[in-house]
């Protein structure tokens, strides 16, 4: 290195040897003396030396370089730059990149939830103190209705490199949010323009009590689109609606209409509550009605059939003998009827004898 630096200045500069040799090389001193060079004299240590001063660039160079020794937390990455232009990303750990004004390091937290307020600034002094931004909560509804709608959108940076490179920002002051950074102004206007966009497809009343979880899911799903879209590097991870209430004329018939939904939702729930305690009820009775009517059913068949069999044992006996059989069914009929009286037949030969039954009682008068 030296002897080419002398070689340089040989080049630059003529020299005219003192005594007539022109062979003689020159000194460093004189080169450096020629070009009104001194070596810088350090108390305690002499000077008048070069090696000296080229001891001292080389301590200097060395912390240079340390300089550029940086750690990268387990939640961060590092996005390093060379001469202004992006040439890789790092992950956590110890690592060493070109220092200033060669090399850029910019460490960004990836894993930290972020926090941006739609609608209201909330106080950073005491919890429950906000101010509302009426030109960001007033939205106008799908049956033309206003509301105030406040949200707070959760957020990571996914992308590094898109987020410091790829969207320029004017940023957000209230919030430190530095220029170039899109969860700034951009991040702003989006979630704004979806917001406003789920709420104007839908009616108020479903804003207000039941589409809640559904505008807040639309929302969010919107947004991590456009997001992509624009390749700003930021995952939307939630978004809560706040508070979502009609303008204050209205206030009073708007929560009169909530009051009433409420009442329908109580009766609703009472009603569903007293059929599931009578629908088994019910359903137990008519099960003991059809087995009631199933055994009187195989009761009058088991009878029916009985009376059946019975009848065709008498055809039979009738078809054998006639006159025994009609007499038999007439003396049987006369019995049926008068159950109580005891009854005589007198036959031809002027006797009188109890009729006996089948059973084996007699029946006839005294």
């Known amino acids: 290195m030296i002897k080419s630096t002398i070689s340089k200045l040989k080049n630059n500069f003529v020299y005219r040897p003192p005594s007539g040799d ?10 450096l003396g020629k ?51 992006y040439v890789a990303t790092t992950d956590p750990g110890l690592r060493w990149h070109w220092p200033g004004p060669i090399g850029n390091t910019d460490i960004v937290a990836v894993t930290k939830t972020r926090r941006m307020e739609l609608g209201f600034r909330g106080s950073e002094v005491k919890a429950g103190i906000f101010q509302e931004v009426p030109a960001e909560a007033n939205m106008i509804t799908g049956d033309e209705n206003i509301v105030k709608a406040q949200a707070v959108i959760q957020y990571r940076i996914s992308d590094p490199k898109a987020y410091l490179f790829d969207v320029d920002d004017p940023g957000e002051g209230d919030r430190g949010i530095n220029e170039g950074q899109p969860d700034g102004k951009t991040l702003r206007d989006i979630a704004e323009t979806t917001l406003r966009q789920v709420v104007g497809s839908r009616n108020i009343d479903d804003i207000l009590t039941t589409e809640k979880e559904a505008v807040q899911q639309e929302v969010l799903t919107k947004m991590r689109d456009i997001n992509a879209a624009y390749k700003t590097g930021i995952d939307v991870q939630q978004v809560l609606l706040q508070n979502v209430n009609p303008p204050s004329e209205v206030q009073d018939a708007f929560e009169d209409v909530v009051r009433a939904r409420e009442d329908r939702d109580r009766i609703v729930n009472l009603a569903e509550a007293y059929q599931a305690e009578q629908l088994p009820i019910a359903q137990g009775q008519s099960a003991r009605i059809v087995e009631a009517a199933e055994a009187f059913k195989e009761g009058r068949l088991q009878i029916a059939q009985g009376e059946a069999a019975g009848f065709e044992e008498l055809l039979k006996a009738y078809s054998m003998s006639e006159t025994v059989t009609r007499t038999r069914l007439y003396l049987d009929a006369i019995d049926r009827i008068l159950p109580k009286v005891k009854k005589y037949i007198i036959s031809d030969s002027a006797s009188a004898l109890p009729l006996l039954q089948l059973d084996g009682k007699s029946g006839g008068i005294e």
Do not use: M, Q
């Open 22 to 31: 022109k062979n003689e090389e020159p000194s460093l001193e004189e080169l």
């Open 35 to 85: 070009l009104n060079f001194k070596i810088p004299k350090i108390p305690g240590l002499g000077g008048g030396s070069p090696f000296l001063g080229f001891i001292i660039i080389a301590v200097i160079a060395v912390l240079w370089l340390a300089s550029g020794v940086y750690t990268v937390s387990p939640d961060e990455k590092a996005v390093l730059r060379t001469f202004g232009r």
